[in-house]
């Protein structure tokens, strides 16, 4: 059973880097196939897909987000990373990790709220 933890700051001031961990337990981020991605989303919305790192370090980022998107991934920790460069209040939302493999999302997080203000 993949499970995935996310952890990071609640509230964040506006033209900050937000950073993001997700722990994930249950298999490495390195076993094959696996996709590791970052959703989010904001209060009344629906889901957002920002990106994702695969289990061989490759990275695909959503469009509109990839400007100011990075997803990294530490090894030895089983982790892996997102930052979200000058955000705004629109970019308040739960954040969810998720593993997808085998064309389904094998585990997700619980979500982390994060609000930008000042």
């Known amino acids: 059973q993949v499970r995935l933890q996310e952890s990071g700051p609640g509230l964040v001031k506006p033209a900050q880097t937000v950073s993001l961990t997700c722990t994930v337990s249950?298999?490495?981020?390195?076993?094959?196939?696996?996709?590791w991605s970052w959703i989010r989303q904001p209060p009344g919305k629906g889901q957002e897909w920002m990106g994702a790192i695969a289990y061989n370090g490759d990275t695909n980022y959503s469009p509109p987000l990839k400007s100011r998107t990075s997803i990294s991934r530490d090894i030895s920790k089983n982790q892996f990373t997102l930052q979200l460069n000058s955000v705004t209040p629109d970019d308040t939302a739960v954040y969810y990790c998720?593993?997808?493999?085998?064309?389904?999302?094998?585990?997700w997080g619980k979500g982390t709220l994060v609000t930008v203000s000042s």
């Open positions: 249950g298999t490495s981020i390195t076993a094959d196939y696996y996709y």
């Open positions: 998720a593993g997808y493999y085998s064309s389904t999302y094998a585990g």
